[in-house]
T-cell receptor, first 110, second 114 residues
Framework: GEDVEQSLFLSVREGDSSVINCTYT??????LYWYKQEPGAGLQLLTY?????DMKQDQRLTVLLNKKDKHLSLRIADTQTGDSAIYFC??????????FGAGTTVTVRA | GAVVSQHPSWVICKSGTSVKIECRSL??????MFWYRQFPKQSLMLMAT?????????EQGVEKDKFLINHASLTLSTLTVTSAHPEDSSFYIC??????????FGDGTRLSIL
């Protein structure tokens, strides 16, 4: 089965907050990441959190980590049309390899 | 900082041709580079991990003779798709990291084999 799971789609109105959820299975994960992919492009690192942290905030982005439930979320405040993209959750372990979720397609509607 | 450049961004070639894709870390020394393949509307599949000066480590099911990886310097890794066929058409993405960085990704190469 998948090591990292995400919901596939999210539709949000411009100006509202978006929340993208992710669950993972490996309790030995050291870092958890959120990447953004726009059409035809590579992945842009948005933010990452060390596994002993509960929360990290960076401008409009807030990451919450519940290590007990192995649940990670990304909140985007004041969502804009430029935030429409695919968002990947990923985890890494000691070997620095990344395990990706399937990606959540976020559509921002006016 | 942490810019990774990938070249070319798009290549179209005939079946049987070998194609080389370059991945460069522009402002840091990449001790490790990774090569991924992404099919439409799917996640990234790790193909191989390469460390500078040593042989690449391939994931299960990836043919090392088909996908040749060279990591000759701390800023450059290359992926050569040998004798490419239409089923090799895909989006190939590289990433790079040093000891202090998470993985940073290139913009990808869209390979189309006719």
């Amino acid at each position: 089965g998948e090591d990292v799971e995400q919901s596939l789609f999210l539709s949000v109105r411009e100006g509202d907050s978006s929340v993208i959820n992710c669950t993972y299975t490996d309790s030995s994960s050291t870092y958890l990441y959120w990447y953004k992919q726009e059409p035809g492009a590579g992945l842009q690192l948005l933010t990452y959190i060390f596994s002993n942290m509960d929360m990290k905030q960076d401008q409009r982005l807030t990451v919450l980590l519940n290590k007990k439930d192995k649940h990670l979320s990304l909140r985007i405040a004041d969502t804009q049309t430029g935030d429409s993209a695919i968002y990947f959750c990923a985890e890494s372990r000691g070997d620095y390899k990344l395990s990706f979720g399937a990606g959540t397609t976020v559509t921002v509607r006016a | 900082g942490a810019v990774v450049s990938q070249h070319p961004s798009w290549v179209i070639c005939k079946s049987g041709t070998s194609v080389k894709i370059e991945c460069r870390s522009l402002d840091f020394q990449a001790t490790t580079m990774f090569w991924y393949r992404q099919f439409p509307k799917q996640s990234l599949m790790l193909m191989a991990t390469s460390n500078e000066g040593s042989k690449a480590t391939y994931e299960q099911g990836v043919e090392k003779d088909k996908f040749l990886i060279n990591h000759a310097s701390l800023t450059l890794s290359t992926l050569t798709v040998t004798s490419a066929h239409p089923e090799d058409s895909s989006f190939y993405i590289c990433s790079a990291r040093d000891n202090n960085q998470p993985q940073h990704f290139g913009d990808g190469t869209r390979l189309s084999i006719l």
